[in-house]
């Protein structure tokens, strides 16, 4: 990509995240959205659709449209005011996007997470698989963090690693965070005219965190700071990050022509980062053997599937990492188990087609999905 056309990375993405910051979308006086600025996102969003891209929405704004209609004006709120804000904002917020996505024929989803939901393991995986159902059905997911149970100690409190966390949840290739300012530059363009625009980071090395500055009070949400902490979490997941200024309209339009803006560029892919996660970072809960058969079907690249499974060992909960055996009960693989271990026993060696008649519901056609799993060597 050539670093100073900005336009190039966005274009490419095929599974892109938009980050939309409640200083764009919200009048902060009137608690209004500004409703020609979401016009605008929209028909750039419909571009991207058209152009083939799938396009998952993180947006802020819940708190600022809600606040007015509780009374809640002025001044700082507390944490259980924000939650109430958040609560009657959020479906403000959403029907917004519904109706000025359904002008493009686009259907929203809105889908609340939690920080937990992106660190417990039954809860990622929940959340993954929504998600990717939405895109495959052709939905835009709308996300936020869910503020009504999100108190202090599980509360992410800023979207701009929300964004990042759902980038890597799902393998997203491009994070885009539309924000109030045009980039990283290399000091605080407001105290230093010396200060420019950096076009691309390929490492957040300590020179690049001091250029983010440190967090002002008042800046917890949405800095520079919490910018650089999405992008660690972006790029070691392998998805790169756009930090661009959304205030015109036709933001992603512009970002697509070349407005700057500042790249933050992984040294993998998703697919590598998140195959690199399961072979390395989570401890097996148990093992499958496979027979002859699925042990081909693995090594040409295929999903393993119940028929093809001759044990099940361990105690695992739907979404642990197990070991995969050959049939001589060699090791030659790792991946997610779509069922806990019980049932994994009762499907073992029968057909997909079985699946729901042995366990009363229908889960996955696959044991551990082909995304989900990484050979050896
Ligand atoms: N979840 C908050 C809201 O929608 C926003 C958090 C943020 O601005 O980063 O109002």
Redesign the pocket.
Known sequence: MNPHRTGDGFTQAKRLVVKV??SLLVDADRGTVHRQWLESLAADLARCRARGQEILVV????????RRYLGLADGHLRLDD?QA??AT??MR?AHAYQEVLAHHDMTVAQVLLTLDDSENRRRYINARNTLLALLRMQAVPLI??N?TVATDEIRL????R?AARVAAMISADTLVLLSDVDGLYTADPRQNPDAVLVPEVRDITPEVEAMAGVARPGDG??GMV?KLAAAKIAVAAGCRLLIANGRELHSLRRIERGAPGTWFLPRASPRTARKQWLAGSLKPAGALTLDGGAHAALKRGKSLLPAGVTAVEGRFLRGDVVIVKDPSGTEIARGLCAYPADDARLIMGHKTSEIEALLGYRGKDEIIHRDDLVMNG
Do not use: C, P, Q, R
Request: without cysteine.
């Open positions: 910051g409640s947006s802020s704004g819940a708190i600022a449209v809600g924000k804000a958040a904002g959020m917020l936020n963090e503020d409190g800023d979207n701009d929300l949400t949405g919490t």
